[in-house]
C-alpha cells in the first residue's frame, strides 16, 4: 500500500495513518511549513516510521509534479486541484478527504461522536446525529477488529507474504 | 421474457426485423413506463434509425454478429453520446455526454440499439431505486414493492421487454440485487475486467459494470460483447456438466438472516444440483461480519470525496435521503478508511480461501424479497432487520474482493416474489462461471 498525504502538518495524522498501513506500506506526505516538517519527521522516527515514510518540504502544488504515484490512498487535509491528482492514484485507488472542521489527535470514537455532532448541529444538520451514531457503530466493529494489529499485541504477520 | 438468444436465429434469417423488435420495446415502454417509471430518457427516434440501419445491414448480408438490431437499454450512469446522463440526479440535469462509454461504444460496435437510459437510487448510492431525482422505480411484479436497487429501471426494463438486455453498475450488489428482485439473470463480473471508463462513479474501487437479462446465455453474450476485441470469446458457451461440479455451500453468516421463504428455494436450488451430480460441501468467510463495516467506510470514503463540491454548491439538487448520507459521509475520518482498506485485503484472502478445492460458491444473492417501498425494516429468521443491511449482506463481500458472481433465478416466494441464487467463480474464470450457472439454470428450471 503506497499512501501520499497532502498537508502532513506537524505529523498528527501522518503518525495515524503509518501505524495503521499494512508492514510493506509506505507513506510520503507533502508539507510546506519547515518547522512543522521538523516536528513531524522527529516524531515519526520517535515512533520508529522513519524508514516507511518521508515527508518532502514544500507547497503541495508546486511539488506534485515530482512525486512519482501510482498511490493506493491519497489522503488531503489541503486544497489542491482534484486534476493534478488523477494521474498519481493506482486503478482502484481512492481520494480521503478529512473533514476540514475536524482535527484529529488520536481521537476516541466517542470524542469523534461528540465533535461530529457537535459540527452537525452548528451546520444545522440535526437529522444526522442518529445516523452518526449508526455509522460510530460500525467504525467501533472496524477498530476493534482482531484482524486489525495493535502495537501492545502481537507483531503483525500479512498474510499476502507468506 | 423473451431471450436475446432466441431472437437472434429470427433476425439473422430475416425473419423479424430490428425496427419491429424495437419498436415492441418502445411499445411496452409506452404502456407501462408512465406507471413503473424503469427509464429517464428515451430515445425513441435515434433507436428507430439505428435499427432501420442495422435491418439494411442484415439484409445486405453484412450481420455483424448476435446482438446486431437488439434493443438495449443503459443504466443513466453509463455515458451515451449526445444523450443525458442524469446519475438520476438533478445535479446532473444539464449534462449531456460528449462521448460513448466504452461499454456503450462496444455494444455499439456489435450492432445494438439503444432505446434509452433507465433510472436508478440517485448516483447508485442506494439499493431501492426509490430516492431518485425522477422518482421511485416501481417493481412490475407488485408495483407496491420496490424492484430492488441501485440498478433497478435496467433490472425492471429487462423483466417487463422495454429492451432486451441492459447494463447496470454493481458496487455493493447492485446488477444482483435488482436482478434477484425482479426474477432475471445478473452478472457482475471480475472487479477491473469491464471498463468504468465514460460512468458516473460511486466508488471506483467497488463499481464494477456488467450485464443483466433474461437468461445466463444472454448475459454471457453482453458481457462477451463487452470485452475488448482481442478479449472476446465464443458467442456461446456449453453448460458445465453437473456431475462432478464442485460447489462450495457458504454457511454461517450467509444463511444466518435470510427470508424464510428465501432460504427455502436457495436451499432446495442446491439441493437439485446435487441431486444432478454436483457434490456440495460447506465452507465460510470468517470474517463475514465484518464485512458491512469495513464495505460502509469505503464507500462513505470515496462518495464523499467524489461528491465533496457539489454537496457544498448544490445541497439541493440532491435528494433528501441521499443528501443526508453523503452528509454523514463526510466525518469518516482517513485512518479509519485505512483499516477498512485492509478489511477489505482480509475478505478477498478469505474468500479466495473459501474456493479452494470447489469450482464455485453457492449462496443467496438477495436475503429478502423484493421489499415493500417505504420499508426501513423487513422480518426475517432471527428478527426484524434494516433493509439496506439485508440487501447488501449476501452480495456486498465479493465487491470487496472482486471476484465474478452471477444472480440467477430460482423460484418464487409463498407471495409469488423471485428469489435469486448467487454463485461466485474464480479470479481469471469467469466462463467457467458462467458455464456452472448455464448448468444451473437448466437444472433449476428442469
Not at chain 2, 411496452?28 to 413503473?36: A, C, F, S, T, Y
Request: net charge negative; glycine share 10%.
Amino acid at each position: 500500500m503506497r499512501i501520499l498525504e497532502i498537508g502532513s502538518g506537524r505529523g498528527d495524522r501522518t503518525l495515524v495513518l503509518a501505524a495503521g498501513m499494512p508492514a510493506e506500506g509506505t507513506l510520503i506526505g507533502m508539507e510546506s511549513d519547515a518547522a512543522h516538517v521538523a516536528v513531524a519527521r522527529e516524531r515519526l522516527r520517535a515512533a520508529g516510521h522513519d524508514g516507511r515514510v518521508s515527508i518532502i518540504v514544500g507547497e503541495p502544488v508546486r511539488f506534485l509534479h515530482k512525486v512519482r504515484g501510482p498511490f493506493d490512498v491519497i489522503v488531503l487535509n489541503a486544497d489542491v486541484p482534484r486534476d493534478r491528482l488523477d494521474r498519481l492514484l493506482a486503478p482502484g485507488g481512492a481520494i480521503v478527504e478529512n473533514h476540514a472542521t475536524i482535527t484529529v489527535n488520536n481521537m476516541t470514537i466517542a470524542e469523534w461522536l461528540a465533535q461530529a455532532k457537535a459540527d452537525a448541529e452548528k451546520r444545522g444538520l440535526p437529522e444526522l446525529l442518529p445516523m452518526l451514531d449508526g455509522l460510530s457503530q460500525a467504525t467501533e466493529r472496524l477498530r476493534t477488529a482482531d484482524w486489525n494489529d495493535n502495537p501492545d499485541t502481537q507483531t503483525p504477520a500479512d498474510d499476502d507474504h507468506q | 421474457m423473451t431471450t436475446i438468444s432466441e431472437i437472434a436465429a429470427s433476425v439473422a434469417a430475416g425473419q423479424i426485423t430490428s425496427e419491429k423488435l424495437t419498436e415492441d420495446c418502445l411499445s411496452v415502454i409506452q404502456q407501462r413506463n408512465p406507471k413503473l417509471n424503469a427509464f429517464i430518457t428515451v430515445t425513441g427516434d435515434e433507436a428507430l434509425e439505428q435499427a432501420r440501419q442495422a435491418d439494411k445491414e442484415i439484409a445486405a448480408g453484412r450481420r455483424i454478429g448476435p446482438l446486431h438490431g437488439i434493443p438495449l437499454s443503459l443504466k443513466d450512469l453509463i455515458d451515451q453520446k449526445g444523450v443525458r446522463t442524469s446519475a438520476a440526479s438533478q445535479v446532473r440535469r444539464d449534462h449531456v455526454a460528449t462521448a460513448d462509454a466504452v461499454v456503450t461504444r462496444r455494444l455499439r460496435e456489435a450492432g445494438a440499439v439503444f432505446v434509452g437510459k433507465t433510472n436508478l437510487h440517485e448516483f447508485a448510492f442506494g439499493t431501492t431505486s426509490e430516492d431518485s431525482g425522477f422518482g421511485a422505480v416501481l417493481n412490475p411484479l407488485d408495483p407496491t414493492r420496490s424492484p430492488g436497487g441501485s440498478s433497478g429501471g435496467s433490472a425492471v426494463a429487462v423483466a417487463t421487454g422495454m429492451s432486451l438486455g441492459t447494463v447496470g453498475t454493481d458496487t455493493g450488489g447492485s446488477i444482483r440485487i435488482p436482478a434477484a428482485a425482479c426474477g432475471i439473470v445478473g452478472l457482475k463480473p471480475e472487479w477491473g475486467h469491464v471498463s468504468a471508463s465514460g460512468v458516473v462513479p460511486l466508488s471506483r474501487q467497488l463499481d464494477h459494470v456488467g450485464p443483466l437479462a433474461a437468461s445466463v446465455a444472454d448475459a454471457w453474450l453482453l458481457y462477451n460483447a463487452m470485452q475488448p476485441e482481442g478479449g472476446q470469446i465464443s458467442d456461446a458457451l456449453e453448460p458445465t456438466s453437473l456431475q462432478g461440479l464442485r460447489i462450495g455451500r457458504l454457511s454461517g453468516y450467509f444463511f444466518d438472516r435470510l427470508d424464510e421463504d428465501v432460504e427455502h428455494g436457495v436451499v432446495a436450488a442446491i439441493e437439485k444440483l446435487q441431486q444432478r451430480g454436483a457434490s456440495v460441501k460447506a465452507v465460510d468467510v470468517p470474517h463475514a461480519a465484518d464485512m458491512a463495516a469495513i464495505y460502509l467506510h469505503l464507500v462513505f470514503g470515496d462518495a464523499a470525496e467524489y461528491h465533496a463540491r457539489t454537496l457544498v454548491s448544490r445541497p439541493h439538487d440532491y435528494t433528501t435521503p441521499v443528501r443526508l448520507r453523503l452528509e454523514m459521509a463526510r466525518y469518516v475520518l482517513a485512518e479509519d478508511y485505512i483499516r477498512a482498506l485492509r478489511g477489505k485485503a482480509l475478505i478477498a484472502r478469505e474468500v479466495t480461501r473459501a474456493l479452494d478445492g470447489v469450482d464455485v460458491l453457492a449462496l443467496p444473492a438477495l436475503a429478502i424479497p423484493a421489499p415493500p417501498l417505504g420499508a426501513a425494516t423487513m422480518p426475517v429468521k432471527g428478527g426484524q432487520d434494516q433493509v439496506r443491511a439485508l440487501m447488501l449482506r449476501c452480495t456486498q463481500p465479493f465487491n470487496l474482493s472482486g471476484h465474478p458472481a452471477i444472480s440467477i433465478p430460482c423460484g418464487k416466494t409463498r407471495d409469488g416474489l423471485p428469489i435469486g441464487l448467487q454463485l461466485v467463480g474464480h479470479y481469471g474464470r469467469t466462463p467457467a462461471l458462467v458455464q456452472a450457472a448455464l448448468a444451473a439454470e437448466a437444472a433449476i428450471a428442469s
